[in-house]
């Protein structure tokens, strides 16, 4: 099985020493791991400095939640994609369903998020999933459809292949209620065959689908266990080192064991 990627989303939590400590924490926590998963922490802007200060020396990249669609000039308030890159960020979040919720994100301007951050070589992580009411309808794969082939089936191959994607249903998001593996895996199948008709199989296999929502200690190590899923965008676990090291750890044993 191909190694995991687990990213911490920390949203708009904690203090500057709160989250000084936490990096930390992450840093010392993580020493001795002779890690194949792949850990990203995606801070505030503010301590955005602090994490890819200690991420050079060690086993995690920093990543930014969010980023302008444009690249400078008079967008008060935004942050560039340049700059994020000139601080040594490798990862950035797009399309976040609270990013679409209450910043009315739309998958067109998601597109062009995406666009400025491949200009910069980052990395981006773009969102999916749907809320409760779609799920009930039965939309939610046309919902998920929709927001793949509109965020990022404009790109070329070479620039696809860059991307990772996170399934994150609405409804499981911050309330406790995780998606079942059945459910998530089904999901990301779907999501795979997607990628695989247009871009062909190596880069559907080769394509991170994480799941995000409720995603925790506890949980991790059942959803982590399927081939499909090759990882979390981790919330509220991702602001306790110890919650978040035993999610990397499932990732780990979920990767040797298969
Ligand atoms: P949660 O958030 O783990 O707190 O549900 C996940 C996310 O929104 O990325």
């Not at 890690?35 to 086993?59: G, M, R």
Request: proline share 3%.
């Amino acid at each position: 099985m191909k190694s995991k990627l687990v990213i911490g989303n920390w949203k708009m939590n904690l203090t500057f020493e709160e989250a000084d400590d936490l990096l930390n924490a992450l840093q010392e926590g993580l020493a001795d791991y002779n890690l194949q998963t792949e850990v990203v922490v995606c801070p505030p802007y503010p301590y955005l400095e602090l994490a890819t200060d200690l991420a050079e020396e060690s086993n995690f990249y920093a990543g930014a939640q969010n980023c302008s669609q444009f690249n400078n000039g008079a967008y008060t308030g935004e942050v560039s994609a340049p700059m994020l890159s000139a601080l040594g960020v490798e990862f950035c979040i797009v399309g976040h369903s609270e990013r679409r919720k209450y910043f009315n994100e739309s998958n067109e301007v998601i597109a062009q998020k995406v666009d400025r951050l491949m200009e910069q070589q980052l990395i981006p992580v773009v969102c999916c999933g749907e809320t409760l009411e779609e799920r009930k309808a039965d939309k939610h794969f046309e919902v998920v459809e929709k927001q793949i082939k509109e965020t990022l089936f404009h790109l070329k191959k070479e620039d696809f292949e860059h991307v990772v994607i996170a399934y994150e249903p609405v409804w499981a998001i911050g309330t406790g209620e995780t998606a079942t593996p059945a459910q998530a895996v089904e999901m990301h199948k779907f999501i795979r065959s997607l990628v695989e008709k247009k871009y062909g199989t190596e880069i559907a296999y080769n394509t991170y689908i994480l799941y995000g929502g409720s995603c925790n200690a506890k949980n991790a190590i059942d959803l982590f266990a399927n081939e499909d899923i090759d990882g979390g965008l981790i919330g509220g676990a991702s602001l306790k080192s110890g919650d978040f090291i035993t999610i990397i750890e499932a990732a780990e044993t979920t990767t040797k064991e298969n």
